[in-house]
């Protein structure tokens, strides 16, 4: 019994869940968090918010940030997200729910000088 509760505290451990609408991806190159609010997405306009790190948790503040947004369930061309630096490695947009289905968001970020960041986030806008 104390060898099994040994083990039990010596286990790994894992990141906690990340909050409502945050979406995070890090690797050694760096990481892209990706907010949405209003959280839960509703049809309608939303505010997504993303942020770049350096590899050393720094944000960058140079980086080219492009979003785009998809319905893999519907196969419909969807409006590109523009994205406006506020400083300090964040960069805000504006995007508009069409349809309450499964989103898919692209998210390449451009750092001057080092490796190029990029992932995918996926979520359902609800009924």
């Known amino acids: ?24 991806e890090k690797n050694r190159h760096g990481a892209i968090v990706m907010s949405i609010k209003p959280w839960p997405p509703k049809t309608g306009e939303a505010q ?4 770049v790190f350096s590899r050393h948790n720094n944000p960058v503040k140079d980086a080219s940030v492009k979003v785009r947004f998809s319905m893999p369930s519907m196969g419909m061309p ?8 506020s400083g300090n490695g964040v960069y ?11 989103w898919r968001t692209d998210i390449s970020a451009k ?14 806008v609800p009924y």
Do not use: D, W, Y
């Open 1 to 24: 019994m104390l060898v099994s509760c040994l083990l039990a505290s010596c286990a790994k451990k894992t990141l906690p869940l990340p909050k409502p609408g945050r979406f995070i």
């Open 48 to 51: 997504v918010k993303v942020r």
């Open 78 to 85: 969807v409006p590109k997200v523009n994205l406006t630096s």
């Open 92 to 102: 805000q947009g504006e995007i508009k729910f069409t349809f309450a289905t499964k």
């Open 111 to 124: 750092i001057p000088h080092h490796r190029s960041l990029s992932t995918e986030f996926s979520f359902r």
